[in-house]
Structure formats: C-alpha cells, structure tokens
C-alpha cells in the first residue's frame, strides 16, 4: 500500500477521518520529539511540547496553508513551543540528563561522552532563538530553506542566525577546555 502523502493526509482530517492525523502524528512525532529534546535537555518538557505541538496543529488545522510542506508548519509550532517552554522556565532547571533515541555505538561511547556532554552544557548557555537554530541544522539536518520557513525569517537572517550561535557555541567551548 502506497503511503499517502501530508497533504492528503491533512485533506482527510478536516474531511473527518480520525485514523489520518493519526498517521502524521506517527510519522512525525519521533522527530519532534527528538528536536524538543535537544532545545529543551528535558525527557517531560520534550514530552509536554511534542503533545502540544499536535494538539495546536489539529486545532488549527483548518489554518495550514497546503503551499508549504506540513513538517515545516508543525515544526515551527515545535520551536515556538520550546522557546515558550524554555522562557517560562525560572532560573533554568537542572536536566535530567535523558537523552533522545539516537545514542552512540559502543565504541564511541566512551571517547565522546565529555565533549558530548560539554556541547551539551555550551548549547544550553546560548540564547533559545540561537539555539533552535543549531538544532534545526545539525540536529534535525534541515536546509536553510526550510528553517526559514519554520522559523518565519528570510534565509539571510537564518544564515546569520547560525553564524552567531556557532560563534557563541565555539566560545563556550573554549571556556569550557580552559577550566
């Protein structure tokens, strides 16, 4: 059976077919979940925002402008989401150290848990705009495209968006070696 495609999917669900947003909350909810993680370091907060973001997106369905790809459309509600999360937070919790699905093999386990965990730590120092910019390109892997579209920028000031957060990720690190 032919997968169907998002548009399609969204045509059913404001038609009334329950099982179709079903089927995009099973083929995004991984992917949300995981960039959640990395903006917010929090196993529930991850959960809460992911939860959200698809309520949010099927109560205003009827608002997606089919023109654009529904994953940008469901992740910048994911983002805005994760920096509300993120701003409500009062003095920054600690993290719980939960990590999302893509772990390391055993091999590189070892060699990278520190530096894992001091980008980790320099990722989590920057301000939440800059931050869900490196998660968007190096951990979600999207094009600069698309994250202006998610993100409601021109891709100019997405590119310079993330030449800030690298600059300020870069200086954090080496902070942090210095110690």
Known sequence: ???EDDATLVQRSLQGDGTAFGQLVERYQRTIFNAAMRMLRNTDDARDVTQTAFLKAFEH???YDPAFRFYS???RIAVNESLDALSSRKGGEALDGAEPDESPGP???AEGEQMGRAIEAALMRINPELRSV???RHIVH???HDMADILQLPEKT???RLYSAR???REQLREYQGH
């Open 1 to 3: 059976m032919k997968e």
């Open 61 to 63: 369905l009827r608002d």
């Open 73 to 75: 459309w469901l992740y």
């Open 107 to 109: 091999e590189g386990r």
């Open 134 to 136: 490196i998660v968007l």
């Open 142 to 144: 999207l094009s600069y």
């Open 158 to 160: 997405v590119k310079s």
């Open 167 to 169: 600059q300020l990720l």
